[in-house]
């Protein structure tokens, strides 16, 4: 069954039961489950052997630990202790009162969010964790929910940093792209100019941070979206009061202290962003051995770069804690909460990674890859084509990188193949198929780190971020068949952006009719 069609069995069902149960932990289970029980040709104590293998891999292989994931959790559970402090310590309660007064509505507090997104694109973790922590307070004082408030993460991680040669995403791509230049032998092309001119091209990416400003300005709440903002404008109701399973939030009752100020907040945040920054530069160099930033970020080692930034924005608010006088909540009981808050979070990253070794093993991907390479279209069709299927995988996968790894090569060989002026749009449809798969997908871990981010129930998250990806993906479908029909770059862009600005005009038009029917 591996490589075959069969191979989707899977993530489809993981997908139906996560839709019809809501159980993300039982749905990418079952997931786990079958897939390991078709690798296995349905013999139950192998199967049993795989699941167990799969998952002692993830933090020990081949005699050796994945410092990796290991270093992910750690830092997750810094985390969540440092939302524990930041709150106990009273930061996050001056911050949102101190913000409140500075930003008066709703609408501005998604601005806000929007740009600090675009601003942070050095990584996506970083991007998704740090924003949430800042700009929390902000939101929820004006009656934003968590789901809004994760989309608005989610669309301004992964589409910034795709977009930023100098982030661990572009880093990654260059490097990919370096690789097919050599063993295509093109004289013509360098791999970091090819990067910058794929960028207009990734009309995705582009459509997903425009659509995060269009959605604050014309307050649009689409789909699964409405639901979450009406109840959180009328009750103050931040999350569905039905579901108890909030990653990266306070379960139980913490002390705010009265007398926290704005700083008690914002040091350790800047410290995180400024030790985290530092780490990762530092460790490029060392494994690098060279000073451009472009070797710096390809060699950086995130995840160790966040747990030494968490670790020591963690000590500087314990230091805030202990030295504040006035009621506060135990040290260990403030210890413990922060990393409760974590665990449905590190619950659901644990099984994502599973089912993707799973997939990996079923060959999912290669039957994907295997139908663009024998596919017989008109080749202008190439970057709407890969675009299509690159997504369909990234969804299906769960992970863009694992995407760009198998379709970036392919896409390079089919264009230079048939038409070498196609590389570079060939190449950016890909980049913008995974984001846009990345962005539908339970099972993408940026997407459990948003959700995490925000405080956000992450399928609600998910469900009510499907539809402005589909909308987003609409548009960049719209602009990558045109640019079919005419070569044309600066036209296929104008058009994808104002098809966009389009269908969520018209989106806003139709939810105002409805209002008043």
């Not at 690798?39 to 630990?65: C, H, N, P």
């Not at 962003?273 to 710096?296: D, F, H, K």
């Amino acid at each position: 069954m591996e490589g075959t069609i069969f191979s989707l069995i899977p993530p489809i069902l993981m997908i139906i039961l996560v839709l019809l149960t809501r159980k993300v932990l039982l749905s990418l289970g079952a997931g786990i489950i079958v897939g390991a029980l078709m690798i296995e040709s349905f013999d139950v104590l192998e199967t049993i052997k795989r699941i167990w293998f799969t998952f002692q891999e993830l933090f020990y292989a081949e005699g050796s630990w994945d410092l990796w994931s290991i270093q992910l959790i750690i830092f997750l559970l810094f985390l969540g202790m440092l939302i524990a402090f930041l709150t106990a310590s009273g930061g996050a309660k001056a911050f949102g009162d101190w913000a409140i007064h500075k930003i008066r509505t709703r609408e501005g507090s998604q601005y806000m969010t929007g740009l600090l997104g675009m601003g942070i694109f050095i990584d996506d973790y970083f991007n998704s964790l740090t924003i949430g922590q800042v700009s929390r307070p902000v939101t929820d004082r004006h009656r934003v929910s968590r789901a809004k408030l994760a989309y608005l993460i989610d669309s301004t991680s992964a589409p910034v940093t795709v977009l930023s040669p100098i982030s661990s995403w572009g880093a990654y791509i260059i490097g990919i792209i370096a690789t097919i230049i050599s063993t295509n032998e093109l004289t013509n092309y360098q791999a970091f100019n090819s990067f910058i001119q794929m960028v207009p091209y990734n009309f995705y990416a582009i459509s997903a941070i425009l659509l995060v400003f269009l959605v604050a300005w014309l307050n649009l709440d689409i789909g699964p979206m409405k639901k979450h903002e009406d109840r959180a404008k009328e009750t103050g109701q931040l999350v569905d009061p039905d579901n108890d399973d909030i990653p990266g939030d306070l379960q139980s009752e913490i002390y705010e202290n009265t007398l926290g100020k704005v700083s008690h907040l914002m040091i350790p945040i800047v410290v995180l962003i400024v030790v985290t920054l530092s780490m990762m530069i530092y460790t490029g160099i060392q494994a690098s051995g060279e000073t451009n930033l472009i070797s710096i970020f390809a060699d950086t080692d995130v995840n160790l770069s966040l747990v030494v930034g968490g670790f020591v924005a963690l000590l500087v608010s314990i230091i805030f804690y202990f030295t504040q006088n006035g009621e506060k909540t135990s040290f260990g009981r403030v210890s413990i909460e922060g990393i409760k808050a974590m665990l449905p979070a590190i619950y659901i990253l644990v099984l994502a990674w599973m089912i993707v070794s799973i997939i990996g093993a079923i060959g999912t991907d290669a039957y994907l890859s295997g139908l663009v390479e024998r596919s017989n279209i008109n080749v202008a069709y190439l970057p709407f084509l890969l675009f299509i299927v690159s997504g369909f995988m990234a969804f299906s996968t769960g992970t863009s990188w694992g995407t760009f790894g198998i379709m970036l090569p392919i896409a390079g060989s089919m264009a230079v193949t048939l038409d070498p002026s196609l590389f570079i749009p060939a190449l950016a449809a890909v980049l913008a198929g995974s984001v846009f798969g990345d962005h539908c997908s339970p099972i993408s871990d940026t997407s459990v780190l948003s959700s995490t981010g925000a405080g956000a129930n992450h399928i609600d998250h998910v469900l009510t971020q499907i539809p402005y990806a589909i909308l987003a993906a609409l548009a960049s479908s719209v602009g990558y068949l045109l640019f079919a029909w005419t070569d044309s770059l600066l036209l296929s862009l104008i058009v994808t952006l104002a098809t966009l600005v389009l269908l969520a005009y018209l989106a806003k038009q139709l939810l105002m009719k409805k209002d008043t029917a």
